[in-house]
């Protein structure tokens, strides 16, 4: 049964390039490489209406910066899908401006992504709050998620969900950060 699994897994996959080659063109394909921002948007946007449209049981999972949800008519746009399985990943890479701005190596960067995070909890849309765990953001752990939990704890009312997710590359740092944590908890 367990065989199994992986070949459902990989049918799906192939299903779903199957599904996007359909409906856009190899030659759009190259050419949505080369298009402006803007327009970029507007095309992602529709390609979320067709899946609700075509596919409305699919959960889908967009990954992005949420800077671009600072801008209040995008994030009505984004709204405007209104898919209920639609959910967006967004990292926040420290608790102040300088530590984030720092990772992202974009002055402002900290600002605009909490501000496109609300936007969106006020907009009562899913929001995956994203913390990844290297370098420089390591020792600052419990302070990111002390940001989270007195900034953006009222987004569980206004959306529906907000999940966290911290990813560590190794997993071994990941242990010994939860160890860490834990034992400073107990003290």
Sequence with gaps: MGAARPDRRARQQRRRRQFVAERIPRRQRRRLRSLAPAQLLRRLIKLLRLCRNLIPHAAVHVLSKGRRFSNLD???????????????????????????????????????????????????????????????????????ADFISRNLRRLALLSSPVACRVSARPRSRERVLCREHSAARSQ
Excluded: C
């Excluded at 405007?80 to 639609?86: L, S």
């Excluded at 849309?125 to 420089?136: A, F, L, S, T």
């Design 74 to 144: 995008f994030a009505l746009d984004w709204a405007a899908v209104d898919n209920p399985n639609m959910m967006v990943g967004i990292p926040i890479y420290g608790a102040e401006p300088a530590l984030h701005d720092y990772v992202v190596q974009s002055q402002g960067a900290f600002d605009a992504t909490v501000t496109g995070i609300l936007n969106l909890g006020r907009l009562r849309q899913r929001i995956e709050i994203r913390v990844v765990v290297h370098k420089p953001t390591a020792p600052h752990l419990i302070e990111i």
